[in-house]
């Protein structure tokens, strides 16, 4: 290490502590975060990010979606889930999401979720990878109807799951392991799948309210 305390240009570990500062900074701040802030909690010169990564976008990708054992939101494994009967795939779903998150590591969904309140880019790659990537696929095999609605209400469920027990931080859904939130919220998933979801499209105009009296 050199006498201002930052990391050689072809110190070995640099790329890797430049994504490891990465992944906690848009975790805190959103995509908009300082690259030099990035290169100052790497101890490296800043130039160094920019050599590695001339676009952001390229940072955020690598170090918030990129990972040595797999993205999240695997597609090969919800392809598993694909494979079980239609009615047991709701707490499938649950239990594969809850596990790849996990694996991940909980700040990597917090910057996606930071990232995607401030930029319309980070939004579309998040809709593309969890709703068009992951859920219709798997819907359009079960559904009986209205595969997009069914599509995008398990995305919210999966989101909103997601914002409890890695962004909000709830103690009792961050303690909960990976079955118990599988056999809770997987009926709710299973409804959105399979279910009945009400009055449809086709089904007419909607009962006028009565009368007050």
């Known amino acids: ?19 490891a500062a990465a992944r906690a900074a848009f975790a805190r701040d959103g995509y908009n975060t300082s690259l030099r ?19 952001r976008s390229g940072l955020f990708v690598e170090s918030v979606l990129g990972a040595p054992d797999g993205p999240p939101m695997d597609p090969a494994q919800f392809e598993e889930v694909q494979r079980l009967p ?12 809850v596990t790849q998150w996990d694996r991940m590591g909980e700040e990597r969904f917090a910057a996606v ?10 939004v579309a790659r998040i809709r593309s990878m969890i709703v068009g990537g ?64 009400g009055i449809g499209p086709d089904d007419g105009p909607l009962p006028e309210e009565a009368p007050r009296t």
Do not use: C
């Not at 930052?6 to 502590?17: F, K, L, N």
């Not at 979720?113 to 880019?121: E, F, G, I, K, P």
């Not at 997009?148 to 999966?158: C, D, M, N, P, T």
């Open 1 to 19: 290490m050199n006498r201002r305390g930052r990391r050689p240009a072809g110190s070995p570990d640099a790329r890797e502590a430049i994504l």
């Open 37 to 55: 802030g990035v290169a100052r909690q790497a101890r490296v010169d800043p130039a160094l990010v920019h050599h590695y990564f001339p676009e």
């Open 134 to 197: 992951v859920v219709t696929p798997m819907v359009k095999r079960v559904a009986p109807d209205r595969v997009e609605l069914r599509s995008q209400l398990v995305a919210s469920q999966l989101i909103g799951l997601g914002m409890a027990r890695w962004v909000a931080r709830l103690g009792a859904v961050r303690a909960a392991d990976a079955r118990v939130l599988a056999a809770a919220v997987g009926p709710t998933i299973q409804r959105y799948l399979t279910g009945d979801l």
């Open 113 to 122: 979720v930071r990232a995607a309140l401030s930029n319309q880019a980070v």
């Open 86 to 97: 239609g009615s047991e795939q709701g707490e499938a779903i649950v239990r594969t999401f």
